[in-house]
């Protein structure tokens, strides 16, 4: 199975840009391709879905991801990234790189992401 490995969080003014990445070490590409790949976030007892990306490249995204929040995956260097713009201070959260094959959803470890003048 692979690990999910994040990167690229930390702490940003409001309207400043991060980009977060996931690597899924440890999997072969053809398996990386099969999955559903997403972010993510908790900021208080509940996660909240962020963004999802499919294999063929469908994506899906939260209300208050829509129009500020880019999701995208390659295959080859099986990484998916959330390219987050105008960020609020609501978005301050932790953030989860997932993998979802048929039911079964994957975690990653989180990543802070904090947004704040």
């Known amino acids: 199975q692979g690990q999910l490995v994040e990167s690229g969080g930390g702490l940003v003014q409001p309207g400043g840009s991060l980009r977060l990445s996931c690597l899924a070490s440890?999997?072969?590409?053809?398996?990386?391709?099969?999955?559903?790949m997403g972010w993510y976030r908790q900021a208080g007892e509940q996660r909240e879905l962020v963004a999802t990306i499919?294999?063929?490249?469908?994506?899906k995204y939260s209300d208050s991801a829509k129009g500020r929040f880019t999701i995208s995956r390659n295959g080859s260097r099986k990484t998916v990234t959330l390219q987050m713009n105008d960020l609020k201070p609501d978005d301050t959260a932790v953030y989860y790189c997932?993998?979802?094959?048929?039911?079964?959803?994957?975690w990653g470890q989180g990543i802070q992401v904090t947004v704040s003048s």
């Open positions: 997932t993998r979802q094959i048929g039911t079964d959803i994957f």
């Open positions: 440890r999997m072969i590409t053809s398996t990386f391709n099969m999955n559903i």
């Open positions: 499919a294999s063929d490249d469908t994506t």
